[in-house]
């Protein structure tokens, strides 16, 4: 059974940093694209980021670019998400999602597979 498990959430201050994780079991990672998505209270769910199968390509959204990173290491069928300088706009319900392709792109309605997802609050 293919699943998806997010950890790594928690309450910070703003500017602080989270390292959120993303492990996958009942598949290899290798095969897919994985995306970090967020959802906050009242908020429709956006794409945050998203890693090729290999994890030279990356892309992210507006908002979080230069404070994010996605990573992955397939080794360990994890994919890793660090934020940084961390801004109170960011609370959110951080999801993972797998998709089974190549590339380095990945809408939300064409994820395979979803995590239940993991809480960042962001406040002082």
């Known amino acids: 059974q293919l699943q998806l498990v997010e950890s790594g959430g928690g309450l910070v201050q703003p500017g602080g940093s989270l390292r959120l994780s993303c492990a996958a079991s009942g598949f290899t990672l290798d095969y897919y694209i994985i995306g970090w998505f967020r959802q906050a209270p009242g908020k429709e769910r956006e794409g945050v980021s998203c890693?090729?199968?290999?994890?030279?390509?990356?892309n992210y959204t507006d908002s979080v670019k230069g404070r994010f990173t996605i990573s992955r290491v397939n080794a360990k069928n994890t994919v890793y998400l660090q934020m940084n300088s961390l801004k109170a706009e960011d609370t959110a319900v951080y999801y993972c999602a797998a998709r089974k392709a190549y590339g380095s792109r990945c809408p939300s309605s064409a994820m395979d597979t979803w995590g239940k997802g993991t809480l960042v609050t962001v406040s002082s």
């Open positions: 890693i090729s199968n290999s994890g030279y390509n990356t």
